[in-house]
């Protein structure tokens, strides 16, 4: 696992160059729809890509982009370019997310911020964030501080939105979900409510493992606090179809 860690650090600092270069005009253009349904864009296929050659020798690789690749015993569930919109905005809240699972069960999972350099890698009972900028890992820990949630297509759930307000509940909508999960020690709560896909949370849902969790078919709320875990449980499943 130590080397797919060192791979999954080159394919991520490559990317990162390339971004912060600045970015080329043409990786803004859009090449046609990927795997996952969304629009691909030049810098989607072309992380990809980074990824593909520096793991494409440790099994079968099932990306948003380009689909199935490459075999092998292990499936390595891949997400370029997490929250591309973002990037494409230039706002920086973007990154990269990867799970290698075998006989149905995640072995790790590796979440990079490329707009900052944050990374989290978990594997074998280590669970560490660093950065690609500096050396050395640390400890994730649970920030007993955290003042804001992250509610992930806040914009299509009005009345969510207005039993969180009666909550008191703060929160942003960054949109990229499995960075967004990545960081769900640090933040008050995270809650996604919409279509639920392999390569958005696979990684992230390993991550939060530990945290109180519920998942739906479309419908992800993850806390570090029971009380506030509840509350907003009841506030999303009352009365809503599908929610029952």
């Given at each position: 696992?130590?080397?797919?860690?060192?791979?999954?650090?080159?394919?991520?600092?490559?990317?990162?160059?390339?971004?912060h270069?600045?970015?080329?005009?043409?990786?803004?253009?859009?090449?046609?729809f990927?795997?996952?349904?969304?629009?691909?864009?030049?810098?989607?296929?072309?992380?990809e890509?980074?990824?593909?050659?520096?793991?494409?020798s440790y099994?079968?690789?099932?990306?948003?982009?380009?689909?199935?690749?490459g075999?092998?015993?292990?499936?390595?569930?891949?997400?370029?370019?997490?929250?591309?919109?973002?990037?494409?905005?230039r706002?920086?809240?973007?990154?990269?997310?990867?799970?290698?699972?075998?006989?149905?069960?995640t072995?790790?999972?590796?979440?990079?911020?490329?707009?900052?350099?944050?990374?989290?890698?978990?594997y074998?009972?280590?669970?560490?964030?660093?950065?690609l900028?500096?050396?050395?890992?640390?400890?994730?820990?649970?920030?007993?501080?955290?003042?804001?949630?992250v509610?992930?297509?806040?914009?299509?759930?009005?009345?969510?939105?207005?039993?969180?307000?009666?909550?008191?509940?703060?929160?942003?909508s960054?949109?990229?979900?499995?960075?967004?999960?990545?960081?769900?020690?640090?933040l008050?709560?995270?809650?996604?409510?919409?279509?639920?896909?392999?390569?958005?949370?696979?990684?992230?849902?390993?991550?939060?493992?530990?945290?109180?969790?519920?998942?739906?078919?479309d419908?992800?709320?993850?806390a570090?606090?029971?009380?506030?875990?509840?509350?907003?449980?009841?506030?999303?499943?009352?009365?809503?179809?599908?929610?029952?």
């Amino acid at each position: 696992m130590e080397e797919i860690f060192d791979q999954l650090l080159a394919a991520s600092k490559e990317i990162y160059r390339l971004i912060h270069l600045p970015m080329d005009e043409s990786f803004y253009e859009y090449q046609g729809f990927g795997a996952g349904g969304d629009r691909s864009s030049k810098i989607d296929l072309v992380a990809e890509e980074i990824f593909i050659q520096h793991l494409s020798s440790y099994g079968e690789i099932h990306s948003e982009e380009s689909g199935v690749s490459g075999a092998g015993e292990m499936k390595i569930i891949l997400d370029p370019i997490d929250g591309s919109d973002n990037l494409l905005s230039r706002f920086p809240y973007f990154g990269s997310s990867v799970a290698f699972i075998k006989d149905g069960k995640t072995l790790l999972s590796f979440i990079v911020n490329l707009a900052n350099g944050d990374f989290f890698i978990k594997y074998d009972g280590l669970y560490k964030k660093g950065s690609l900028l500096h050396e050395g890992l640390k400890d994730v820990r649970i920030n007993h501080h955290a003042k804001v949630g992250v509610f992930e297509k806040a914009y299509a759930n009005p009345h969510i939105v207005s039993g969180l307000k009666e909550l008191g509940l703060k929160f942003r909508s960054p949109g990229a979900v499995a960075l967004s999960l990545s960081y769900a020690r640090y933040l008050k709560f995270v809650l996604f409510v919409g279509e639920l896909r392999s390569y958005d949370v696979i990684a992230g849902l390993h991550q939060c493992e530990g945290l109180h969790l519920y998942q739906a078919s479309d419908l992800i709320i993850v806390a570090k606090e029971r009380e506030i875990f509840d509350n907003i449980k009841k506030v999303v499943l009352k009365g809503e179809d599908g929610y029952q």
